[in-house]
C-alpha cells in the first residue's frame, strides 16, 4: 500500500499526453482517478483505457479556462468519491509562435486563459475540498523548462510557464499550514501533440488575421523537437518517484541542469555587480525581513 492508495486525484488535461501518462501511473497507484478534458472523444477512449486497468475512474468535460465548469468537476467528484486529494493542473497549449510586432491579442488570451488562469481556477476550486477532510494532498502543476527560461518567439507560452513556477512556489508557503504538497514539473520535450496545440483552440481565440508565424523561430521545428523527446510514459512514473521523495521541482530532463545553471550563475554575477554599484553601498548588507 502506497501513500496514495485509496485517495482521488483530479487532473486536467488528461485525455492524452503527459496528463495520461501521470494518471496512469497514479491509477497503478490505486488512486481513484477524476480524468477531465476538452475534448470529449479523446476522453472517452482514455477513460476506459484506464478503467481497464481495474481503478475507478470518472471522467469530466472541463475548458480549464472556465471557472464554473471547474466546480461541476467538484461536485462530481465529491458525489462519486467524497474526498479530493490531489490535483494535477496539466492542461496547456503552445500558442501562436510568431515576433512580438506579429503577436495578437487573442492568440495571447488563449494561452493566458488556459496555462495560467486554468491553473488558477484548478487551484481556486480544489484548494478547498484538499484540505477540507485534514488528511493532506497534493497539487501538482505542470509548467515547463520554458518557465525556467524564456524562449524567444514563444512569449506567451514563456510567460504563463514562468508564471505557473512562480505561483507554485508561493502556493508551497500558502499551502504549507494545509498540510497541501505543492510541486511543479518542468520537462523539456516529450513526445505527445503539443505542437499541435492549434486543434484545441476555442473559436472565440480565433484570429481573423492568423498570427505570422516567424521563420526564426524555434517553435516552428516544435514538431521535430517534441518528437525528438522522451517517452511520455517516463513522465508519469516520474512524477510519482518525485512525490514520493517530496520533491518541489519535478525534472525529467537532467541534461537541462547546464542550461539553468547557466541562468542562475547569471543572476548571481548581476547580483555581484549591483553589490559594487557606489548607488547600492547602503543597502548592501541590509538584512530583508522575510514575508
Ligand atoms: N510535450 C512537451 O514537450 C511538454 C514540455 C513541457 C511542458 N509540457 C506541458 O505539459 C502539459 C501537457 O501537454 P502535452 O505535451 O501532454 O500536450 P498534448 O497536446 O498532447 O495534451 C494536452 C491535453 O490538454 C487538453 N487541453 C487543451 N486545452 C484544454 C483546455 N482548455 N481545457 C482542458 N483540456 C485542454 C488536450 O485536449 C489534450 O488532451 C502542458 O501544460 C504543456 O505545456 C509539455
Redesign the pocket.
Known amino acids: 500500500m502506497s501513500q496514495f492508495t485509496g485517495k482521488t486525484a483530479v487532473i ?10 501521470i494518471a496512469k501511473a497514479l491509477a497503478e497507484q490505486n488512486m481513484n482517478i477524476v480524468l ?4 470529449e472523444e ?2 472517452k477512449k ?1 477513460s476506459l483505457e484506464l478503467e481497464a486497468t481495474g481503478v475507478s475512474v470518472l471522467s469530466v468535460v ?4 472556465e471557472e464554473d465548469q471547474w466546480e461541476v468537476v467538484a461536485e462530481q467528484a465529491i458525489a462519486r468519491f467524497g474526498k479530493v486529494h490531489m490535483l494535477v ?6 500558442g501562436d509562435s510568431t515576433s512580438i510586432e506579429n503577436q495578437n491579442k487573442k492568440g495571447w488570451q488563449w494561452v493566458l ?3 495560467l488562469m ?1 491553473v488558477v481556477f484548478g487551484a481556486k476550486v480544489m484548494v478547498p475540498l484538499i484540505s477540507e477532510h485534514g488528511e493532506g494532498g497534493w497539487i501538482v502543476n ?5 518557465g525556467m527560461g524564456g524562449v524567444p518567439y514563444g512569449g506567451a ?1 514563456s510567460a504563463t ?1 514562468a508564471a505557473v513556477v512562480a505561483l507554485s512556489e508561493g502556493w508551497a508557503g500558502e499551502l504549507e499550514s494545509k498540510d497541501i504538497n505543492v510541486s511543479v ?13 492549434e ?2 483552440r ?1 473559436a472565440q481565440y480565433k484570429s481573423d488575421t492568423k498570427a505570422k508565424v516567424d521563420e526564426n523561430s524555434f517553435f516552428n521545428r516544435a514538431k521535430e ?2 518528437e525528438s ?1 522522451i517517452d ?1 510514459s517516463i513522465v508519469g512514473k516520474r512524477v510519482v518517484e518525485a512525490l514520493n521523495d517530496g520533491e518541489f521541482y519535478i525534472f525529467t530532463h537532467p541534461n537541462y541542469r547546464e542550461v539553468v545553471q547557466m541562468r542562475s550563475s547569471e543572476i548571481d554575477a548581476a547580483f555581484k555587480k549591483a553589490s559594487e554599484s557606489p548607488l547600492l553601498q547602503h543597502i548592501v548588507n541590509q538584512k530583508i525581513k522575510m514575508l
Request: aromatic share 6%; glycine share 14%; with cysteine.
Open positions: 486536467s488535461g488528461g485525455a492524452e499526453g503527459i496528463g495520461l501518462s477531465t478534458d476538452i475534448n479523446n476522453l482514455a472541463l475548458d480549464v479556462a493542473n496539466n492542461a496547456g497549449v503552445g486563459d488556459v496555462n486554468g505542470v509548467a515547463s523548462m520554458a507560452y510557464k514539473l518542468c520537462p523539456a520535450f516529450v513526445q505527445t501533440r503539443i505542437y499541435n496545440s486543434r484545441n476555442p523537437m517534441v523527446g511520455v
